[in-house]
């Protein structure tokens, strides 16, 4: 079925350097979203990407969207402590109502 | 964006036992989702509860275990029946705007469940 794969796993950054996490599906999507999970919180919607080559900022964030719409990757430049959380990306599932989310990336900022 | 709370917020129930969860939205929305998440993993979608028809189930869950109401456009109950240890999770349930799978999720801040 349909699935979105998300590297890595884990990322410890010192505080102050920048973070990327990368996301990969095997077929061509129509979008793909990003959220980010505090510890101890629920996920909370980032930036959905729709066009081919697409990228978006946010402060200190920005989002690509590939050339093939088969990857996306989020880029935080010089990380603060409140950047810490799980971030998801997620992609169309088997049907219009259903979004597939990747296992996440958690970053862990050293003081 | 949305609005969401969740009733409880967390419970210990005893095996055997059924839950009932509760999420209220302060708008109308069409599409509902509960989705489950162990701690450190990532979310597994239960069911969509779109309100004006049934409630659709992903592989792995079944109505009679896990329950849905979707009585109007702000409202939803997920029950957890007959439980288990291994029913226990963080549930949380969203609401999606758009249309054609390219929708925005927004989440409750989920109900913790333990099973003693």
Known sequence: ?111 | SAVISQKPSRDICQRGTSLTIQCQVDSQVTMMFWYRQQPGQSLTLIATANQGSEATYESGFVIDKFPISRPNLTFSTLTVSNMSPEDSSIYLCSVGYGTGGRYEQYFGPGTRLTVT
């Not at chain 1, 990228?55 to 402590?81: D, Y």
């Open chain 1, 1 to 111: 079925g349909q699935q979105v794969m998300q590297i890595p796993q884990y990322q410890h950054v010192q505080e102050g350097e920048d973070f990327t996490t990368y996301c990969n599906s095997s077929t061509t999507l129509s979008n793909i979203q990003w959220y980010k999970q505090r510890p101890g919180g629920h996920p909370v919607f980032l930036i959905q990407l729709v066009k081919s080559g697409e990228v978006k900022k946010q402060k200190r964030l920005t989002f690509q969207f590939g050339e093939a719409k088969k990857n996306s990757s989020l880029h935080i430049t010089a990380t603060q402590t409140t950047d810490v959380g799980t971030y998801f990306c997620a992609g169309p599932g088997d049907r219009d109502d259903k979004i597939i989310f990747g296992k996440g990336t958690r970053l862990h900022i050293l003081p």
